[in-house]
């Protein structure tokens, strides 16, 4: 949808993230748990701190108050934007508050709850599976009980918000016992942002390592191994640790000790498993689920690899499971294809052998 003229130079910021490392070394996991921290910085540079509309800026924000694992609060929002940018908010409570404050021409950050929507509403696409509690930015633009709706879920490029009406916002923020809000007075930009470009898709070959560790990976499933399902799980790997560079302490797919405290397999480093090699970490991620199937959705990643000529499914039922919370951006009943799809696919599209 096209952007209201009051804040045509919005530049959305998204949550969704891959595993990787922070500055100082911390590791952040591939889970979309930053709602928070990127309307917050929506919000700042809408009242008018000039920051960067990036997501790295976003960490660097909470980085002043917290590590990057778990959920965060107004709270914490209000300490941090004092020391990283001297800005002051006060933390309003319930529907009401918020509400007499956002006249036309103001932005808020909200929490609420998404679960106050039904499966199948519009507001859930980006993210079906949840209905937890939520922080987005909003924009009172006009008189109309109307809001301009700009959610940390949708992606970075094609994303840059919708209308939602005041009622489907305060059920959503009542649904939410212990909601926190703060509003401030829209500062128009005074230069229009350059137009995002998405890149032009590369395409990237499995390396040598990878491929041996895939192949290994398939056989210990008793999976064919074929080129397309070596691709398919080098897009797993790929997705969750980036490259063979970049994996850390050879836990190609992040397995927990929680998941694995019965199959003595790795050992304990900081909540996460570490493996001798590579390999060992592909077959850790095979032990897994070959052991906790049928649990978690794990029967049907074995049986779609099992049947050697369906990466895409393999890929779908991995998304589908309960191997990633964030479940890769996948929505339920789609083919993963779509701009809230299955971001496997995505890294597989560009993956060649």
């Given at each position: 949808?096209?952007?209201?003229?009051?804040?045509?130079?919005?530049?959305?910021?998204?949550e969704?993230?891959t595993a990787?490392r922070?500055?100082?070394?911390?590791?952040?996991?591939?889970?979309w748990e930053?709602?928070?921290?990127?309307?917050?910085?929506?919000?700042?540079?809408?009242?008018?701190?000039?920051?960067p509309a990036?997501h790295?800026?976003?960490?660097?924000?909470?980085h002043?108050?917290?590590g990057?694992?778990?959920?965060?609060?107004?709270?914490?929002?209000?300490?941090?934007?004092?020391?990283?940018?001297?800005?002051?908010?006060t933390?309003?409570?319930?529907?009401?508050?918020m509400w007499?404050?956002?006249?036309?021409?103001?932005v808020?950050?909200?929490t609420?709850?998404?679960?106050?929507?039904?499966?199948?509403?519009?507001?859930?696409?980006?993210?079906?599976?949840?209905?937890?509690?939520?922080?987005?930015t909003?924009?009172?633009?006009?008189?109309?009980d109307?809001?301009?709706?700009?959610?940390?879920?949708?992606?970075?490029?094609?994303?840059?918000?919708?209308?939602?009406?005041?009622?489907?916002?305060?059920?959503?923020?009542?649904?939410l016992?212990?909601?926190?809000?703060?509003?401030?007075?829209?500062?128009?930009?005074?230069?229009?942002?350059?137009?995002?470009?998405?890149?032009t898709?590369?395409?990237?070959?499995?390396?040598?390592?990878?491929?041996?560790?895939?192949?290994?990976?398939?056989?210990?499933i008793?999976?064919?191994?074929t080129?397309?399902?070596?691709?398919?799980?080098?897009?797993?790997?790929?997705?969750?640790?980036g490259?063979?560079?970049?994996?850390?302490?050879?836990?190609?797919?992040?397995?927990?000790?929680?998941?694995?405290?019965?199959?003595s397999i790795?050992?304990?480093?900081n909540n996460?498993?570490?493996?001798r090699?590579?390999?060992?970490?592909?077959?850790?991620?095979?032990v897994?689920?070959?052991?906790?199937?049928?649990?978690?959705?794990?029967?049907?990643?074995?049986?779609?690899?099992?049947?050697?000529?369906?990466?895409?499914?393999?890929?779908?039922?991995?998304a589908?499971?309960?191997?990633?919370?964030s479940?890769?951006?996948?929505?339920?009943?789609?083919?993963?294809?779509t701009?809230?799809?299955?971001?496997?696919?995505?890294?597989?599209?560009?993956?060649?052998?």
């Amino acid at each position: 949808m096209t952007l209201p003229a009051l804040i045509a130079n919005h530049v959305h910021v998204s949550e969704r993230e891959t595993a990787h490392r922070w500055p100082d070394g911390s590791y952040d996991d591939a889970a979309w748990e930053d709602c928070t921290w990127d309307s917050a910085l929506e919000y700042a540079r809408s009242v008018g701190v000039k920051a960067p509309a990036t997501h790295a800026e976003a960490e660097a924000l909470r980085h002043e108050v917290k590590g990057p694992a778990g959920g965060s609060n107004p709270t914490e929002v209000q300490t941090a934007f004092k020391k990283r940018y001297k800005l002051n908010v006060t933390i309003l409570r319930g529907f009401a508050d918020m509400w007499v404050k956002l006249v036309p021409g103001t932005v808020a950050c909200v929490t609420l709850s998404m679960g106050a929507f039904p499966k199948g509403h519009r507001l859930r696409r980006l993210s079906p599976r949840f209905a937890g509690a939520h922080s987005v930015t909003i924009f009172r633009i006009d008189e109309h009980d109307r809001v301009w709706w700009c959610d940390p879920l949708g992606p970075k490029v094609g994303y840059d918000g919708e209308w939602v009406t005041k009622a489907e916002l305060k059920g959503a923020i009542d649904a939410l016992p212990f909601n926190g809000h703060y509003v401030g007075k829209i500062v128009p930009a005074m230069a229009k942002p350059k137009p995002v470009v998405p890149p032009t898709p590369t395409v990237a070959k499995v390396s040598p390592i990878e491929s041996s560790c895939a192949r290994a990976f398939l056989e210990r499933i008793e999976a064919p191994v074929t080129t397309d399902m070596v691709r398919a799980v080098t897009a797993w790997f790929r997705q969750e640790s980036g490259s063979a560079e970049k994996v850390i302490n050879f836990n190609a797919f992040n397995v927990r000790p929680g998941a694995a405290d019965s199959l003595s397999i790795g050992t304990s480093v900081n909540n996460f498993l570490k493996f001798r090699n590579l390999t060992a970490g592909f077959l850790a991620a095979a032990v897994v689920l070959l052991s906790l199937a049928p649990r978690f959705g794990y029967e049907t990643v074995l049986l779609r690899a099992r049947k050697g000529n369906d990466p895409l499914g393999f890929l779908a039922a991995l998304a589908a499971s309960s191997w990633s919370a964030s479940h890769y951006g996948w929505a339920a009943g789609k083919d993963g294809r779509t701009a809230a799809g299955n971001h496997l696919v995505s890294v597989y599209d560009g993956l060649t052998i």
